[in-house]
């Protein structure tokens, strides 16, 4: 029943992100191509029974390391993720030039397992989505100075777009860390 009750809520969370991304759009006039649903991401990555969704806040030295990870400012309060064992799925927005794409991102131990773009919002620039942009990303981690461990090799007349996921990679990498570091401490009395 419980697992019922988080998979409704789930679907409720997106179906509402949905509606208001699309309601943006229209007044935006830009185009929205979805590539994947969330669920069918969660599928790619955890099979069945897909875990329920968790709220990571976003306040101090995590907050100002997403921001530095980004190179702006960042202003959700919470941001949702998904997690089985020491596996954590982010779904993030991110501005590529003048609208946001949606982006997908596992993280296990050995570092990005899957990465995919989910909705993109762009006129151009949205070959990211092809698998062999998409693939370099896997196993990558993440450097003290927080930037990637490898490379990204770029698309061209996709800078904007390319440098957009590279943050959206490493902010999912430092994302992971901190709820693999908070959950390893010992509990407080």
Not at 12 to 37: C, K, N, R
Not at 49 to 61: D, W
Not at 70 to 91: A, E, F, I, K, P
Request: glycine share 8%; proline share 4%; charged share 20%.
């Amino acid at each position: 029943a419980g697992q019922l009750k988080r998979r409704g809520i789930n679907l409720v969370m997106t179906a509402l992100w949905l509606v208001m991304s699309a309601q943006a759009l229209a007044i935006s006039g830009y185009d929205e191509t979805e590539f994947m649903t969330v669920d069918a991401f969660l599928s790619q990555v955890y099979g069945e029974p897909l875990p329920g969704m968790s709220l990571l806040p976003l306040r101090g030295n995590l907050r100002d390391q997403v921001e530095a990870a980004l190179g702006h400012r960042y202003r959700g309060l919470r941001l949702r993720y998904w997690q089985q064992g020491n596996v954590t799925t982010w779904v993030i927005d991110e501005k590529s030039k003048d609208m946001p794409m949606t982006l997908a991102v596992a993280v296990g131990p050995t570092g990005i397992t899957h990465l995919n773009v989910l909705v993109y919002r762009e006129p151009r620039g949205g070959e990211v989505h092809q698998a062999f942009f998409r693939q370099q990303f896997i196993g990558m981690t993440l450097q003290d100075d927080l930037s990637l461990s490898r490379e990204v090799d770029g698309v061209t007349g996709a800078t904007l777009s390319v440098d957009a996921v590279s943050r959206v990679a490493v902010m999912a990498l430092l994302l992971h860390q901190h709820v693999m570091a908070s959950q390893a401490e010992p509990a407080a009395d």
